[in-house]
C-alpha cells in the first residue's frame, strides 16, 4: 500500500468545433484514447460519450477497484463484482449544471453459503465507499449511495 505518496496523473483532452463539436482524451501513455461529445441532453450531438458518462464511469471503476480491494484484504470469497452507476445532474443557480447524485449498485458473487458473510460484507461495502478516492473527492458537495446486492 502507498503511504504518504504523492501521485500525479495526466490526460491531454484536444476538442474541435462549437456545440456540436468532438473531442478527444488521451492518457500519456496512449493506452486510452476516448472519443467524446456534448450529450444531447445538453444539446449537443450525443457521440461516442461524454463527460458526464467519463465522470460516472471514474466513480464505477474506483470504487470496484477499493471494493475489490478491501474484500480481497478482508479474504471474502469473491467469484465477480459488477456495478451499475447512476448519476442525476441539475442545473445550478449559477448557471450551467453540476451532479447532485451518484448512485452505484455494486453486485458480489460470492461462492459458498452469502448469509454467513453478511457483516464483513456491510463492512467491505462501507471501507470502500471511505477509501474511494473519486467518492472521497465528491464527499459533501454530491449525494453518494451505496446498494450493494450479494448472491452466491
Not at 502507498?2 to 484536444?14: E, P, Y
Not at 447532485?100 to 449498485?105: A, D, Y
Amino acid at each position: 500500500m502507498l503511504m504518504h505518496t504523492k501521485c500525479q496523473f495526466r490526460v491531454t483532452g484536444r476538442w474541435e468545433g462549437g456545440l456540436h463539436g468532438r473531442g478527444e482524451i488521451v492518457n500519456e501513455e496512449s493506452t486510452v484514447r476516448t472519443q467524446f461529445g456534448i450529450a444531447e441532453e445538453f444539446g449537443g450531438t450525443g457521440g461516442p460519450t461524454n463527460p458526464e458518462e467519463l465522470f460516472l464511469s471514474a466513480a464505477c471503476s474506483c470504487y470496484l477497484i477499493t471494493l475489490a480491494l478491501v474484500a480481497e484484504k478482508m479474504r471474502l470469497p469473491v467469484k465477480r463484482l459488477e456495478c451499475e452507476a447512476e448519476g442525476r445532474v441539475s442545473s445550478h443557480e449559477e448557471g450551467g449544471f453540476h451532479f447532485t447524485e451518484i448512485v452505484l449498485r455494486p453486485h458480489l458473487d460470492l461462492d459458498g453459503d452469502q448469509s454467513a458473510h453478511d457483516l464483513a460484507v456491510a463492512r467491505a461495502v462501507a471501507l470502500a465507499e471511505q477509501r474511494c478516492i473519486i467518492s472521497r473527492a465528491v464527499k459533501g458537495t454530491v449525494k453518494y449511495e451505496i446498494h450493494p446486492k450479494v448472491t452466491a
